[in-house]
C-alpha cells in the first residue's frame, strides 16, 4: 500500500476518534455542575447507588441551606454564588477521599461517605458549613440543616430509601431549630 492510501484510510477513523473524544467531555461536562464543580445529581447517583451496595458502613447525608433566598435578595445573586461554592467546598473537604458530593439543585446537596470514621465526625460538618463566609469585604452569614442515614440502618439498602430517610431527618433538624443535624 502506498502512503496516500494508508493515510486516506486513517483520516476518518481520526476524525472519529477526535470526535469521540469530544462527546466524551461533553458528557463529563454535563455530569459537574458549572457553579460548583460538583457531580449533578444525574452524574452522582449512579455512583451513588454501587457504593452504597458495596459498603455497608455508608453514610449518606442531604444539606440544605437556610434561608438562602435572603441571601440572594439581600446581598445578591453573586453573593449566593459565593455562598453556593463556599458550601460546595466544605462539604467535599468534609468528605475527602472517602465519599463523593454532589450539587442536587438550588441549595440542596447530597453526600455519601464509605466510611464515616475517616471523617471529623457530623458536628464538625455542621460546624464547618455554618461558618460565614466572606465576600467583597462583607461577612455573609450561613446556616445550614443536615439529615444522614446509616446503610445499616436501612431494611433494604437501596439509594432512594437511604435519601427518603436524610430527607425526613434533615426536616427534622429543621423543625428543632436552623443550624441542626439529625
Known amino acids: 500500500m502506498d502512503t496516500q492510501t494508508i493515510a486516506a484510510a486513517g483520516l476518518p477513523a481520526l476524525g472519529w476518534a ?4 469530544l462527546l466524551l467531555r461533553r458528557l463529563a461536562t454535563a455530569r459537574r455542575d458549572p457553579l460548583t464543580g460538583l457531580h449533578t445529581r444525574a452524574g452522582w447517583t449512579a455512583r451513588a447507588e454501587r457504593l452504597l451496595a458495596k459498603h455497608p458502613g455508608a453514610l449518606v447525608l442531604l444539606v440544605d441551606l437556610n434561608d438562602f433566598k435572603a441571601i440572594n435578595d439581600t446581598h445578591g445573586h453573586a453573593a ?10 466544605r462539604l467535599a473537604d468534609w468528605c475527602g477521599r472517602h465519599g463523593i458530593t454532589a450539587r442536587l439543585g438550588g441549595d440542596e446537596f447530597a453526600a455519601i461517605v ?13 460546624a464547618a458549613l455554618d461558618q460565614p463566609v466572606d465576600r467583597n469585604g ?14 445499616q440502618r436501612l431494611p433494604v439498602p437501596t439509594l432512594t430509601d437511604a435519601l427518603s430517610a436524610a430527607d425526613s431527618a434533615m426536616y427534622a433538624a429543621k423543625g428543632h431549630g436552623r443550624r441542626n443535624t439529625r
Do not use: I, K, M
Not at 477526535?18 to 473524544?21: E, I, S, V
Open 18 to 21: 477526535f470526535h469521540g473524544g
Open 114 to 126: 464509605t466510611d464515616p470514621s475517616h471523617t471529623p465526625g457530623l458536628s464538625a460538618l455542621q
Open 138 to 151: 462583607r461577612s455573609l452569614p450561613v446556616s445550614a440543616s443536615v439529615g444522614h442515614c446509616h446503610r
Open 80 to 89: 449566593g454564588d459565593t455562598v453556593l461554592t463556599a458550601t460546595a467546598r
